[in-house]
T-cell receptor, first 116, second 110 residues
């Protein structure tokens, strides 16, 4: 069965701390996509990144970085020098069908609170 | 500026009411989706439309009735809902790379 696990329900940090959000997935597909979304208090899910299963290269975008490791079925997300505006719920997701982003399987989310 | 808009943003309705949620996307996508987000639960995919045709109904009760008149608009018609249907209802549209979400409608059923 396909599944996404975000074991951290809630994380609290102080501004400028680094924080890593964990994501572990299960799938039997050899081709799949992994995603991270951010949901601020306004409610809208904001797309952050998509990785395909053939590309294990880590990615950095400003203060955000992602570590994809197929060997451990993990796709972790690190925020460097966190800011109050990073406070949100973060969701990891897995494509439910190969070559297709129609069915996304979401984790339960990690609520990140960044205090000034 | 979001490419997916939803109205209303908040809705309170009684169990005997009929209401509709509206979603509009300005991204030129051919796929649109309805999700339900309840507290402490993963997002639940409800319906998928591709080129105005419903391609997925994830065992959603018939009191939820979707309508997709064209690739830019998606509706969710609600009737005789239950209190447990209270949730955030999110619409998304899909391109080849991912899904883009609207701000959601916070629904409360009394």
């Amino acid at each position: 069965a396909q599944k996404v696990t975000q074991a951290q329900t809630e994380i609290s940090v102080v501004e400028k701390e680094d924080v890593t959000l964990d994501c572990v997935y299960e799938t039997r597909d050899t081709t799949y996509y992994l995603f991270w979304y951010k949901q601020p208090p306004s409610g809208e899910l904001v797309f952050l990144i998509r990785r395909n299963s053939f590309d294990e290269q880590n990615e950095i975008s400003g203060r955000y970085s992602w570590n994809f490791q197929k060997s451990t079925s993990s796709f972790n997300f690190t925020i460097t020098a966190s800011q109050v505006v990073d406070s949100a719920v973060y969701f990891c997701a897995l494509s439910g069908t190969p070559y297709n982003t129609d069915k996304l399987i979401f984790g339960t989310g990690t609520r990140l609170q960044v205090f000034p | 500026e979001t490419g997916v808009t939803q109205t209303p943003r908040h809705l309170v309705m009684g169990m005997t009411n009929k209401k509709s949620l509206k979603c509009e996307q300005h991204l030129g996508h051919n796929a649109m989706y309805w999700y339900k987000q309840s507290a402490k639960k993963p997002l639940e995919l409800m319906f998928v439309y591709n080129f105005k045709e419903q391609t997925e109904n994830n065992s959603v009760p018939s009191r939820f009735s979707p309508e997709c008149p064209n690739s830019s608009h998606l509706f969710l018609h609600l009737h005789t809902l239950q209190p447990e249907d209270s949730a955030l209802y999110l619409c998304a549209s899909g391109g080849l790379d991912t899904q883009y979400f609207g701000p959601g409608t916070r629904l409360t059923v009394l």
